[in-house]
Every structure is written in C-alpha cells, then in structure tokens.
C-alpha cells in the first residue's frame, strides 16, 4: 500500500507509459517505469491485463521504480517532517538504484512504510507506538552491541545475541517524560519475558511485510525457528497465571473510593479538578469494565435501555453492560465526554491512591479484625532471573485496574451471573480472555450483596 505515489498510464499513439507519479505544491514528478502496455491489454479499471506480455517480469519493473519513490519521500518526511519538494526529488531518484538499494538492506530500511501502512488499520494510536518500541529497540542493539542490522544476518547467533540483550541490557523507562535523559530518572534494564516476547513477535510481523509487500528475501519459517530456539536458550518464557500477579480492587475498596468526599471530606476537597475527573473516570471502569480507549468513546447514543451497547475498538466485538447509577451521574457531570491521557491519568491515579489507601486502611482495620496489607509484591522474570518489585499499594494503581476489578468482581460472583454473562459485559469471545483478566487477591473481603452492591453514602442531618 503506498502512502505518497500512484501509478498512471500515459496514452501514446501505440501504448500507454506505464509512470510513477507525485506531487507537492503543484508540482509533478513523473518518472518512467520503461514499461509499456498496448490499448487492448489495459483494463477498464485501469490495470494491466493477463494477456500482457511478460506480465510479471513488468510489475516488478513497476514496483521497483515506485517503491525508490515512495522511500525516497518517506525518508526526506520522516527526517524533515514534510514531503521533500520535486527538485530535490528528481536529484535523488536520479542517483544509481543501486545506491538506494544499499539503503534498503538495512533491517529498518522499510520501517516508515510499514508504519504508514499500519496507520491506516490499526485503531488505536497506543499500538503504533507499541511496534515503533521494535525500532527503538533495535536501534539500541545496535548501538551498544555494534551489531549489524541487515536482512542478511537473521541467523540463529543474531536472535541469541538479540534476545540476550533485550532481557539483560536494553534500557528503558515508562513514558516520554521519563525516557528524557534531562528528566534525572535512571532508567530501567533489562525488559521483562512478557515484553520481549511481545516485541520479538512485533518484529516479526515487521519481517514478514517486507517479504509480502516488499519482496525482501526472508525465510520467515527460519526466522521463527530461531527465535524459538533463542527464547528456549535463554528461558524466555511467559509468566504463568499463578505466578503472575495484577492489582484488582475488592467492592470494598471501590465503595470506599466511590464514597471518599463521605469519609475524607477535606482531602476530597484538596484534590483538583483533573484529579477529581481522573477518580470518576476510574470509578467508571471499575463499575462498567470498560477498557480505557473504550470509555473515552462513550457517548450518549451508546446507552440504550439502561445499558451500554457497544463495540470494543480492540476487537470490534459487542459488549452489553448494566449502566450502573453512579457511572451514570459520572457521564452526566462531564457531559458524556470523558476525554484523558491515558499516562497522565495513570500517573495521577499513582499518587492519589497512595494517600487514599492509606486512609481505606485505618478504615479496614478498624471495621475488621484483620491487618490491612498496603504492601504489595509483584514478581517480573527476565530470562531465568527472577525479580520483584516490592511497594506501596496505591503505585500499582493504574486504569486497566478498573477493567481488570470489574472483570474479577465478575469472576468471584459467577455462580450467580455465570461466565457467558461474565463474557458478554466484558465483550469478549474467547473464554480465556476473560480469565486472563481474573485475577487472585492479596487480601478479600467478599460482598455479600447483590452484583456488586457499591452505593453512595449520605450524611446524616441534624
């Protein structure tokens, strides 16, 4: 799929010259392709027929000049910001193929293409950022292993070397705030086995359009194998279900946050007005487990008969939830536009829940004969390392915890609702996707109420 040229056929007295064509600011570039095809053999749609002699040999002489033209633009844009003007245009293509070919071996030398064709399907913008992690990461191998990058060298020593690197040296932070070197924060090494796992299988999928719309010469059965073997070699492996634990709120928990100006009436009131929306928005996904790029879309049309009905931008699958009265007032007090920054929101919940647990914990322990642990340990493997991050509660807070409350809350009371049921307001299709997002307590205190049982509290008068 190209981003920045298109393929016109130019009539002749005999034939059509088959160019490659672009344009900026009114002006044209328009270079021969060298191929040329008789009237009776282009079609109404304007493509060349099968009758057309040498067909193949001919569409690839196509695709090579396009293809030149397309990464010279990409290259100029990503670079400068802005499509290169036809002037300069003209001086590069007029350069030795050869010479752009060289640019092309490297591993990342259809990166921008790719992306720009990934732009046009994927929904949402996280994903994109996602698969350009692929290129940052490859550029760092290369940098600190003095490595080389290009097509020629996917062998089985470079995924070792590669999957090596990922789990015991690759530095990384969370964020676009943190990742800058002014911002004082040391990085993290090393990415844990769920993440290069991910990223290995990104990279693969980049490998593989290079050979299906690029015509790079890749056995991509190999390649597979060899990050395989590697993952084997160095026992990259995914954490188990058992092992691997997430924060999820109790109905407690959530009732107690859903009634904080109740119980914390002058901390309620210190909090801004971003910081109050951030609470609600959270609320809400605890409530409806609706997923973060999910409950920034809802709008009134999706409530219907007191549910709402809608389609996950993940899967495009329905979902059908119970519109709970406290989320309701949430949608109706910012008007049915809960717009946010997912890292902003994140970062604010971190801080927020680190005071108000404190307080749902002298709260707890007072209402129960039980110690509240606001202490929590969360187990990350990288390779066969084993590594645990130990702190406070509230720093594990984030808004996939909403979804992922919901989604256990759900799960603690599927004798009564049942997992199909449990499926259809999570919209999801596959059972395991549901359980995956189950997840085991630190500490439970059941509700013995119906759903979910969380209301808001009244002050008494007088």
């Not at 010279?72 to 193929?97: A, G, H, Q």
């Not at 911002?183 to 993290?188: K, L």
């Amino acid at each position: 799929m190209y981003q920045y040229t298109q393929v016109q056929f130019v009539k002749r007295k005999d034939y059509y010259d088959v160019i490659v064509y672009y344009s900026r600011n009114g002006e044209k570039f328009r270079p021969s392709t060298g191929v040329k095809v008789l009237h009776k053999h282009l079609t109404a749609k304007g493509s060349i027929s099968s009758a057309h002699p040498d067909l193949e040999n001919d569409l690839k002489r196509i695709k090579e000049v396009q293809d030149k033209v397309e990464q010279l633009v990409s290259n100029y844009k990503n670079k400068y910001e802005e499509k290169p003007p036809v002037s300069w245009l003209e001086k590069e293509f007029d350069k030795p193929i050869q010479d752009t070919r060289k640019d092309l071996q490297n591993i990342l030398g259809y990166w921008q293409l790719y992306i720009e064709d990934k732009k046009l399907v994927v929904r949402n913008e996280k994903t994109i950022g996602r698969i350009n992690n692929v290129k940052h990461t490859l550029t760092k191998f290369q940098e600190k292993k003095n490595h080389a990058l290009t097509f020629d060298v996917l062998d089985q020593k470079f995924f070792n070397d590669l999957v090596d690197y990922m789990i015991s040296e690759h530095e990384h932070s969370r964020g676009k705030q943190q990742s800058n070197e002014e911002s004082g924060i040391i990085p993290i090494i090393g990415l844990n086995n769920d993440t290069t796992i991910k990223r290995l299988k990104d990279f693969t999928e980049y490998l593989k359009y290079c050979v299906l719309e690029q015509d790079v010469s890749i056995n991509l059965e190999k390649v597979k194998k060899y990050i395989k073997l590697a993952k084997h070699k160095l026992e990259v492996r995914p954490m188990s279900k058992s092992q691997k634990w997430e924060l999820t709120f109790t109905i407690d928990e959530i009732q107690f946050a859903v009634n904080l100006d109740y119980h914390q009436p002058e901390y309620w009131q210190a909090l801004s007005a971003n910081q109050k929306k951030y609470l609600d928005i959270f609320i809400f996904m605890c409530l409806q487990g609706t997923a973060p790029i999910d409950t920034k879309d809802i709008k009134r049309s999706d409530i219907k008969n007191g549910k709402i009905v809608k389609e996950r931008s993940k899967s495009g699958n329905e979902f059908k939830v119970e519109l709970d009265p406290i989320s309701e007032k949430i949608l109706e007090r910012y008007d049915y536009e809960l717009n946010f920054t997912e890292q902003a929101a994140n970062d604010e919940l971190k801080k927020i829940f680190v005071t108000v647990l404190e307080y749902y914990r002298k709260y707890y322990e007072e209402t129960n004969d039980d110690i509240y642990e606001i202490i929590c340990t969360q187990k990350i493997k990288k390779g066969d390392q084993e590594f645990f991050k130990i702190q406070h509660k509230g720093l594990f807070v984030e808004l996939m915890t909403g979804r992922r409350s919901f989604l256990t809350n759900l799960g603690e009371k599927a004798d009564q609702l049942g997992l199909k049921a449990a499926m259809d307001k999570a919209g999801h299709t596959v059972v395991s996707t549901t359980l995956g997002y189950i997840h085991d307590r630190q500490q439970v205190k059941k509700s013995k109420d119906s759903l979910f049982g969380i209301h808001k509290l009244e002050k008494s008068k007088g």
